[in-house]
C-alpha cells in the first residue's frame, strides 16, 4: 500500500503561480511513474504531467508546456509541481497518481486561478 498527501493549492490570481507537492508514504519501493492529473467540474480526469522513478523522464499536456513543472526528490519520495502563469482554464481539483505494482490516487487539492 501507498499513502500519498497533497498540498499546495489554493486560490490564486491569473498570472500567479502555485506550487503542489505530494509525499509518498508506504511501499514506495517500486514506484515507476509519479503524475498529476487534474479534474474540473464535469469534465474527465486528465493527466497534466508525468515523471518516471529512473531516469526522471518527463510528460506535458500541451496544455500546459512551458508553464508547469514537475520533478521528483527521491529521498522524500515527494513529487511537486510548480505551475506558473496561471489561467482561469486550470482551475480543477488537481490529484496525485503514483503506479508500480498497483496504482494510487491520492485524495486531491483543489486550485483555483481567478480572472
Known amino acids: 500500500q501507498v499513502q500519498l498527501v497533497e498540498s499546495g493549492g489554493g486560490l490564486v490570481q491569473a498570472g500567479g503561480s502555485l506550487r503542489l507537492s505530494c509525499a509518498a508514504s508506504?511501499?514506495?519501493?517500486?514506484?515507476?511513474?509519479m503524475a498529476w492529473y487534474r479534474q474540473a467540474p464535469g469534465k474527465q480526469r486528465d493527466v497534466v504531467a508525468t515523471i518516471t522513478s529512473v531516469g526522471s523522464f518527463t510528460y506535458y499536456a500541451d496544455s500546459v508546456k512551458g508553464r508547469f513543472t514537475i520533478s521528483r526528490d527521491s529521498a522524500k519520495n515527494t513529487v511537486y509541481l510548480q505551475m506558473n502563469s496561471l489561467k482561469p482554464e486550470d482551475s480543477a481539483v488537481y490529484y496525485c497518481y503514483v503506479r508500480g505494482k498497483d496504482e494510487f490516487w491520492g485524495q486531491g487539492t483543489l486550485v483555483t486561478v481567478s480572472s
Open positions: 508506504g511501499s514506495t519501493f517500486s514506484l515507476s511513474i
